[in-house]
């Protein structure tokens, strides 16, 4: 089974609310990497934190990291209508390679 | 500086028959990795190489394989195409084990 478990799986806002997307996954990791994917096309590379660090920031965008519980939460900032896509958890549970574990993703819609 | 990118972007196949995709890394990248993303089973992990060593691999049975040449680039090759192979194959590459950047896929559709 998946590692990586985003929550919600669908979540829709009006622009300059702030969006929370979380990810919970299984066993111990290097890293966490956060990804945002428009209709199919290729994935775009957001933050990545690791296991050392607890909260990592990026314009509008915030990640924490719970080692303990074992999770991660995405926060965006007062959301515009470009913010709508699918957004991923990716857990890089190796220490010697990239060799990723994705969740099914969440569906952010911004409505204008 | 030039991102990652994989050709072609889409493709066509018949049942039976065999593709090969080329994903060449951002210059300097020596870790590609590829994954299949598809409706029903989402994001999987099929491999990875790192100085054109096979580094990882994901459970993927053995029609699917891939190499990395000097220069980095890397191909995958699925022999005996099935229906469900159709999907978006998506290659990232990374320096090491940090940052990985995805190119733009190529969508596989076999028929």
């Known amino acids: 089974s998946q590692q990586g478990e985003e929550d919600p799986q669908a979540l829709s806002i009006q622009e300059g609310e702030n969006a929370t997307m979380n990810c919970s996954y299984k066993?111990?990791?290097?890293?966490l990497q956060w990804y945002r994917q428009n209709s199919g096309r290729g994935l775009v590379h957001l933050i990545l934190?690791?296991?050392?660090?607890r909260e990592k920031h990026s314009g509008r965008l915030r990640v924490t990291l719970d080692t303990s519980k074992k999770s991660s939460s995405l926060l965006i900032t007062a959301s515009r209508a470009a913010d709508t896509a699918s957004y991923f958890c990716?857990?890089?549970?190796?220490?010697?390679?990239?060799?990723?574990?994705f969740g099914p993703g969440t569906r952010l819609s911004v409505l204008p | 500086k030039a991102g990652v990118t994989q050709t072609p972007r889409y493709l066509i196949k018949t049942r039976g028959q065999q593709v090969t995709l080329s994903c060449s890394p951002i210059s300097g990248h020596r870790s590609v990795s590829w994954y299949q993303q598809t409706p029903g089973q989402g994001l999987q992990f099929l491999f990875e190489y790192f100085s054109e060593t096979q580094r990882n691999k994901g459970n993927f049975p053995g029609r699917f394989s891939g190499r990395q040449f000097s220069n980095s680039r890397s191909e995958m090759n699925v022999s005996t195409l099935e229906l469900g192979d159709s999907a978006l194959y998506l290659c990232a590459s990374s320096l090491n084990t940090g940052e990985a950047f995805f190119g733009q896929g190529t969508r596989l559709t076999v028929v």
């Open positions: 066993t111990s990791i290097n890293n």
């Open positions: 990716a857990v890089n549970r190796d220490n010697y390679g990239q060799n990723f574990v």
């Open positions: 934190i690791r296991s050392n660090e």
